[in-house]
């Protein structure tokens, strides 16, 4: 979710101030993520979200001649 929030602010050109919260992870949490499913997923997520903000801030807010190439 962290991935395509910075993605969705960076279309509108807003930024994101930080952190505000300080995380803490103690011995006893396991990690129950596969990464077989997880990495294509969220690589997946990043790809097309890349070329919507190349679409939307790029073509649609302010034309770029770059764009077209």
């Not at 101030?17 to 294509?40: A, D």
């Amino acid at each position: 979710m962290a991935n395509d929030m910075l993605v969705k602010l960076n279309m509108f050109t807003l930024h994101y101030p930080g952190n505000f919260y300080q995380t803490s992870y103690t011995e006893s949490v396991k990690n129950l993520m596969n990464l077989f499913k997880v990495i294509p997923k969220i690589s997946c997520l990043l790809f097309r979200s890349f070329f919507k903000r190349l679409w939307i801030k790029y073509f649609i807010h302010d034309f770029h001649p770059l764009f077209i190439l």
